[in-house]
């Protein structure tokens, strides 16, 4: 398969019409006989990543196309929170060690700690999700208050998430513009981009 990976990650960033006989690009630390792109900060492949050294490319991961059409959580108040047990989340709040499309479905708001916008960020905001994560890196074009919530601190990031939860008509906007800066992400146009650049280069 030209597009490998976990089964979970397969399911937010994969890609079904790939070529059989197109480059292989790995997500995280799939194994494969070759791996000509990998979305990681580290290993081996041309790396792609939202932030790290020796990256041949700087952005975060493709979306699944699918993803667009997710339907609204039931509950539009349930909070997300991914990271380790210890993460501090309200009472309100579920905490999951990584984003997966289903606890991504059952989310209205994701919030998605670090110190840089988070690799499956572009996923959250396609699924029409209120993201909140980090906005003291590079956002990719995204505009905090716009298309997400930016923070600067955990205890910024459940304060922010508990707003959004108590108020989920006021985020309409938020999520409308975060899922139509997301589309230009999305894996039917990410991964012919990128085989067209390994042709290029000769890759």
């Known amino acids: 398969m030209p597009v490998v990976g976990t089964t979970e990650d397969l399911a937010l ?8 006989d197109g480059p292989v690009f790995a997500l995280g630390d799939a194994e494969a006989e070759r791996v000509d792109v990998r979305f990681a900060a580290s290993g081996d492949g041309r790396l792609i990543a939202p932030a790290g050294e020796r990256l041949w490319r700087r952005a975060p991961w493709p979306v699944r196309d699918e993803l667009f059409e997710l339907a609204p959580a039931e509950d539009p108040s349930a909070v997300l929170v991914v990271g380790p047990p210890t993460t501090g989340a309200g009472e309100y709040a ?9 606890v991504l479905q059952a989310a209205a708001v994701v919030v998605l700690p670090g110190d840089s916008f988070p690799s499956l960020g572009m996923c959250v905001l396609a699924a029409r999700r209120v993201l909140v994560t980090s906005d003291t890196g590079p956002a990719f074009g995204l505009q905090s208050g716009i298309e997400f919530l930016g923070v600067s601190t955990p205890d910024q990031a459940i304060e922010r998430a508990n707003t959004a939860r108590l108020h989920p008509r006021a985020t309409a906007s938020l999520k409308a513009m975060g899922a139509r800066a997301a589309r230009e992400h999305r894996a039917s146009l990410v991964y012919p981009r990128l085989t067209a650049d390994l042709a290029a280069s000769g890759g």
Not at 94 to 102: I, K, N
């Open 13 to 20: 960033s994969g890609w079904d019409d790939a070529p059989a």
């Open 94 to 102: 579920t905490v999951a060690p990584r984003l997966t499309l289903e």
